[in-house]
């Protein structure tokens, strides 16, 4: 597979560093609703998953949840907003950041994304969290302000780099841009707090330290979750382009700083996701949730689709016509796998037909295998359904035929995770089940009777299909 890294600025070949590919994506801060700009990011990096699990992969995706610590700006500066939140809404902090994580993983749910491997809270992290604080704190990397530890950025060699610029370039940057609130006493304007400082009365998301009362700052429970999880150095990390600049530099400092190993090999970002030609922001009043789409008619689904028909390195506007497009593209999709799984008298496969399905269907892989190019394959996937729309005018399609197509749809759904499947009347098997099917039939012709009936078992278990030997050799159909 080949995948764009913002590290060297290159499309590279993916090689995993061991047999399981290890990623880590930034997850939500459960503060407030995530909007679908946000979501954006979780599809990209579930569709990431697919597709190296489609290559056979194994996969162990790591996602973080920031239930504290993340204030407000860029900087270090300002309230946390958790605490905010939860005084607006009169609950604690931490009923209002398990409500939000509560209502997160319901829209993951909605848009099909599978559930990464491990899903840690910050919160349940504080003590490695600490482990990498003092590590930092001995290899001389940090220094005391009155608000907080702060990490000293000017120390660590290649800040900047991933963001292609020298340590002075970003420095000068942000200070153009203003981008950042600067605490009094910082030695540069790229330092940021790994510890911060609570207020005495302060009674909630504080924990005893030995540098005193606090809580983390937001990047290092990135740089101490990773590790806790997948290690020092691992293969993927995902998330937004806004991430680029600040939040991912100081990911790269600390862990690189205090392991003394590369951190990361990939870095794969998502662009921005606009709303009528302008950023999304509550100033503008264009902040849209999965909800607020439900109410104009778009589905979770169609949403996924207007997202996916677009590359994960192209800025996307979001307009009322483009969502409705989308919504109205995937129904056309859905009843085409509803009519084709429903069609088809007994008879044989076209040979033709079976050529042109197979050609769009490894059209559709090499374009999700170069770096996830949805757009060209979505175009390979529509491709094919013309051409056995145009056939099943001329001449009618037979069980087999159709059989192929829908398996054929089904496959590629399984990197893309729209349901497919569910519109599939009869005909469809997923890939791992298939797979099962022909090794059972191999155990069958080495006449191995006993693997044989353990794979049908497992059939019927795991996939709810029935395996019948006829004469002419297995048939399969789904329990009812
Ligand atoms: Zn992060």
């Keep these: ?65 920031t239930d504290v610590g993340h204030l407000v700006g860029d900087g270090s500066l300002g309230e946390d907003k958790l605490k905010q939140a939860a005084r607006s809404e009169h609950k604690s902090a931490k009923q209002v950041a398990e409500e939000y994580e509560r209502l997160f993983l319901i829209d993951m749910k909605k848009l099909n994304i599978e559930r990464p491997s491990v899903i840690a809270r910050a919160t349940a992290h504080i003590p490695q969290i600490l482990v990498l604080i003092d590590k930092l704190d001995a290899l001389g990397y940090l220094y005391k302000l009155n608000t907080g530890i702060y990490f000293d950025t000017s120390k660590f ?70 590790m806790e999880y997948l290690g020092n150095h691992f293969d993927i990390h995902t998330g937004g382009v806004d991430h680029i600049m600040i939040h991912h530099q100081n990911e790269i400092a600390q862990s690189e700083s205090a392991t003394g190993e590369k951190f990361v090999n990939f870095w794969v970002h998502n662009e921005f996701l606009k709303v009528n030609g302008r950023k999304m922001s509550k100033s503008l009043h264009n902040i849209y949730t999965l909800e607020d789409l439900g109410k104009s008619g778009i589905s979770p689904e169609g949403y996924k689709y207007f997202v996916l028909s677009g590359h994960y390195r192209s800025i996307m506007n979001l307009t009322t016509e483009s969502l409705q497009n989308a919504e109205k593209t995937l129904n056309g999709i859905y009843n085409f796998i509803e009519r084709v799984s429903a069609a088809g008298t007994e008879g044989r496969i076209d040979k033709a037909l079976e050529k042109e399905v197979n050609t769009a269907r490894d059209r559709f892989f090499s374009w999700m295998e170069n770096d996830m190019n949805t757009p060209e394959a979505l175009s390979s996937m529509h491709a094919l359904i013309s051409a056995v729309n145009r056939r099943a005018s001329s001449s009618r399609l037979s069980d087999k035929d159709s059989a192929l197509i829908i398996n054929a749809m089904v ?47 497992e059939l019927a278990e795991s996939f709810g299909i029935i395996v019948e030997d006829g004469k002419d050799g297995p048939v399969w159909r789904r329990a009812t």
Excluded at 170 to 198: C, K, M, Q, Y
Excluded at 437 to 452: G, L, M, T, V, Y
Aim: hydrophobic share 35%.
């Design 1 to 65: 597979m080949k995948l764009y890294n913002t590290l060297t600025r290159k499309k590279m070949e993916f090689k995993p560093i061991s047999s399981e590919v290890r990623i880590y994506s930034c997850g939500p801060t459960v503060y407030g609703n995530a909007h679908v700009g946000n979501l954006r990011a979780y599809i990209v990096s579930d569709t990431l998953k697919r597709v190296l699990q489609h290559l056979s992969y194994k996969v162990r995706h790591v996602m973080n949840v």
């Design 157 to 226: 060699k290649g800040y900047g780099e991933l963001a292609g610029m020298s340590f002075e370039q970003l420095n000068d940057s942000l200070i153009a841009g203003a981008r950042v609130e600067r605490p009094s006493g910082t030695r540069n304007i790229t330092d940021f707090a790994v510890w911060r400082f609570s207020p005495k009365e302060e009674k909630e998301m504080v924990w005893e330290s030995r540098y005193g009362r606090g809580f983390p700052g937001w990047h290092i429970e990135c740089s101490a979750i990773s």
């Design 411 to 457: 496959e590629m759904d399984s990197v893309l995770g729209l349901s497919f499947e569910k519109h599939a009347a009869i005909k469809s098997i997923a890939p791992a089940a298939m797979k099962l099917i022909n090794e059972r039939e191999d155990a069958r012709a080495q006449k191995d009777f006993k693997k044989a009936d353990r794979l049908r078992n």
